[in-house]
Nanobody, 128 residues
């Protein structure tokens, strides 16, 4: 059974940092595009970042560029999201997502429906 489990969320002051992890199991994800999305109360789920299977290509939402960094360790089947200089508007539930045997598409990596597997999410709260 394919499973994605996020961890690392919590409460942080504005300007602080958090590192989210997404541990994948049930199959190997080393050849799959992975992404992070977030959803704040009353808002649509929005794209945060995506990473190619090799880690050589990444893509970010404009709102997080320069502050958040996506990375992966294929040996551990894990994807990370390093979050620095956090702002109150970054507060949301953060979800990890994985594709299944899809090539990188710059016109699709930011679309939730393009992804095949999702985690349950981890809450990030940023106090001002």
């Amino acid at each position: 059974q394919v499973q994605l489990v996020e961890s690392g969320g919590g409460l942080v002051q504005a300007g602080g940092s958090l590192r989210l992890s997404c541990a994948a199991s049930g199959r190997t994800f080393s050849r799959d595009v992975m992404g992070w999305f977030r959803q704040a109360p009353g808002k649509e789920r929005e794209f945060v970042a995506a990473i190619s299977w090799s880690g050589g290509t990444t893509y970010y939402a404009d709102s997080v560029k320069g502050r958040l960094t996506i990375s992966r360790d294929n040996a551990k089947n894990t994807v990370y999201l390093q979050m620095n200089s956090l702002k109150p508007e970054d507060a949301a539930v953060y979800y990890c997502a994985a594709t299944f045997h899809k090539q990188w598409r710059s016109d699709a990596v930011y679309i939730p429906d393009w992804y095949d597997n999702w985690g349950q999410g981890t809450q990030v709260t940023v106090s001002s």
